[in-house]
């Protein structure tokens, strides 16, 4: 049976959906002017440029990384999709009946499944990019092993799910940087035109200075799967990842983060403490909240109201507000000042009929995949490794403040021996348990949880 020795691997590191039609259609509707890449922001691209043909490998083949896989091979010329890795068979039979769909089959000599697969993939030497999807908590392994191999990266957000798993994404990053290995990762409003040219009005003082934010990420409870006869602890939590906190991060990291990483890239920095609450009250199953409301403190005077929720039937709504001395933004597309006066709109590109659309031409789920090829045809170098990893870090400190109920100070976080999950990842019973935390209680889960019965 294969198997992860997690902690000994893990631990050395740290411390040494577009269809394929639907993308071609949105690139050739509407053309636009080129943006170069100024300042360390993404260049906005109508597609990746020609060049040697650049083969990828899928690790998690799941619908998040068969997307992923799609936009990659979306985003410009000579491109492909040659190999695939997952720990289960049919999640890899899904994804290649997709690609043969498009005409694009991939051999079944190249595909890969158990938790070593992604080491059999990466030892491919035609590999040139490979697409990190799985549940973050495999991130860092992963991140190192393409790293160690050679490999251009893509890999979606989260980067890790705990202080360990950060520090790793952090070494693994500068190692590529020193070899030239190029590294996008999932935050794709950084990639999005809107946002980026937003960015540029408040960088060029529109709002004044900062004094305030808030973020938000509110929606009904996404997707659960139940236990079925059959699956083992193991698979059971594997297949329903995104309600366990040791695979997914908690919702503040799987999908909140993308708020929290917005405030950072416009506040120039990360927050410096972290104090919170939130509670569990309408789950089925894992172990994770229904909610977040935490302050995060930038110095200065200067806070971030976050909140995100997963509650059905419930007010929603996604997206960022900072305030200014002179104005605010919501981050997206408009600027006001301080009268609730717009003064400053981005415009939108016109369709083919000359009509204003209320979106960009070319999705940003395309355009972070875009940059990375365009980047690597063109040795206009990215790495967007560390900077992900400090906004999913942030995330983490907020939910330590909520879980816990203390406030909780960046040093503490980056410093902490938070490593969470087993200490081996194997098929079969795992020896954890799953109690929501409690604020202001011994939290048993932090580190290493032990299991007693029978996983919800």
């Not at 050395?12 to 890449?37: F, P």
């Not at 060049?51 to 998690?60: M, V």
């Not at 990639?191 to 900062?210: L, N, P, R, W």
């Not at 120039?268 to 609450?277: C, L, M, Q, T």
């Amino acid at each position: 049976m294969e198997n992860i020795d997690r902690r000994k691997f893990i631990g050395k590191s740290a411390l040494a959906g577009i269809g394929l039609a639907g993308a071609g259609a949105l690139i050739s509707a509407c053309k636009r002017k080129e943006t170069t890449q100024v300042s360390g922001l993404a260049p906005i691209l109508n597609g990746a440029p020609k060049g040697k043909k650049l083969k990828a490998g899928l690790i998690g083949a799941g619908a998040r990384g068969t997307g992923a896989a799609i936009n990659f091979i979306s985003s410009g010329p000579d491109l492909e999709i040659a190999a695939l890795a997952d720990v289960f068979q049919d999640k890899i039979d899904a994804c290649r009946e997709r690609f043969a769909s498009f005409n694009l089959p991939i051999p079944a000599e190249n595909c890969f499944t158990g938790f070593n697969s992604y080491k059999k993939l990466m030892a491919l030497m035609d590999i040139d990019v490979v697409i990190l999807a799985t549940p973050p908590q495999f991130r860092p392994d992963h991140f190192l092993e393409a790293v160690s191999t050679n490999k251009h990266v893509f890999m979606e957000k989260p980067v890790a799910v705990d202080s360990v798993g950060i520090r790793s994404i952090i070494t693994s990053g500068k190692k590529a940087g020193a070899i030239g290995l190029n590294v996008v990762t999932g935050t794709q409003r950084r990639h999005q035109e809107d946002y980026i040219e937003t960015y540029k009005q408040v960088m060029s003082g529109a709002i004044g200075t900062i004094t305030s934010a808030k973020a938000f990420w509110n929606q009904d409870h996404v997707w659960f799967r139940e236990r079925e006869p059959g699956w083992n602890d193991m698979e059971y939590m594997l297949r329903n990842w995104n309600n366990f906190c040791w695979l997914s991060g908690d919702h503040i990291l799987d999908t909140h983060v993308h708020n929290i990483d917005v405030i950072n890239w416009f506040m120039g920095r990360h927050p410096e403490k972290a104090i919170g609450y939130g509670g569990r009250a309408r789950r089925v199953t894992g172990d994770q909240y229904d909610f977040f409301s935490v302050d995060f403190d930038y110095g200065n005077g200067v806070s971030l109201h976050s909140m995100c929720r997963q509650v059905d039937s419930c007010a929603n709504g996604t997206g960022e507000m900072i305030m200014g001395t002179e104005g605010y933004t919501n981050c997206q597309n408009t600027i006001w000042d301080l009268k609730g006066n717009i003064i400053w709109e981005f415009e939108y590109p016109k369709d083919e009929n000359g009509n204003k659309m209320d979106h960009s031409v070319i999705p940003p789920y395309v355009q972070e995949h875009m940059h990375l090829v365009y980047a690597i045809r063109t040795g206009n170098y990215v790495n967007e490794a560390e900077q992900t990893a400090v906004s999913t870090l942030t995330a983490i400190m907020g939910r330590t403040a909520a879980y816990t109920g203390k406030a909780i100070t960046w040093e503490e976080i980056l410093k902490s021996d938070m490593d969470l999950g087993p200490s081996r990842i194997e098929f079969g019973p795992v020896d954890m348990v799953f109690e929501t935390p409690v604020p202001g209680t011994p939290v048993k889960s932090s580190v290493t949880p032990s299991f007693k019965g029978q996983i919800i």
